[in-house]
């Protein structure tokens, strides 16, 4: 039986700025291409600082995942490119705000630049369909 791949576009988030697609499934995981903090409507980063910046990339990617019949909480993996490392306690503080439990794996570097001069992106890989999630005690 072939694998079936499934294209997720929302015109609730940002379109795409370059050739590739909002998400993508295979099987029962999703894919999230990197969201920034911009408005849907002007393809523009919010202003403000960023915190401003960050919850918008998690609201768009937020959508996405609805779009894709997921949410947050069946996020399996984050990474996190930042422009500058200085700013990762403010990324945290808005990140809880979405992930409030059962965290997903996460990696998170600063890296050189970003699209449009963001401070922040953030994908995602997620499941898809009926998540039960089984945690160690600490």
């Known amino acids: 039986m072939p694998l079936i791949r499934k294209i997720i576009n929302t015109a609730n988030a940002p379109r795409p700025i370059a050739p590739y697609n909002q998400g993508v499934i295979l099987d029962s995981i999703l894919y999230v291409s990197g969201c920034l ?3 849907k409507d002007t393809m523009k ?3 403000g600082d960023v915190a401003t910046e960050t919850r918008q990339a998690l609201r768009n ?3 996405i995942l609805t779009a894709a019949d ?3 909480d ?3 993996k984050t990474t996190i490119f930042m422009s500058d490392m200085n700013d990762f306690g403010e990324i945290n ?3 809880k705000e979405f992930f409030v439990k059962d965290y997903p794996a996460r990696s998170a570097v ?4 970003l699209p449009l001069n963001a401070r922040i992106e953030i994908e995602v890989v997620a499941a898809v369909g009926t998540l039960k999630t089984i945690c160690c005690k600490h």
């Open 37 to 39: 903090g911009l408005d």
């Open 45 to 47: 980063l919010v202003e």
């Open 61 to 63: 990617l937020g959508y």
């Open 70 to 72: 997921s949410s947050f």
């Open 74 to 76: 069946k996020v399996i």
């Open 93 to 95: 503080e808005v990140y």
């Open 110 to 113: 600063q890296v050189a630049k």
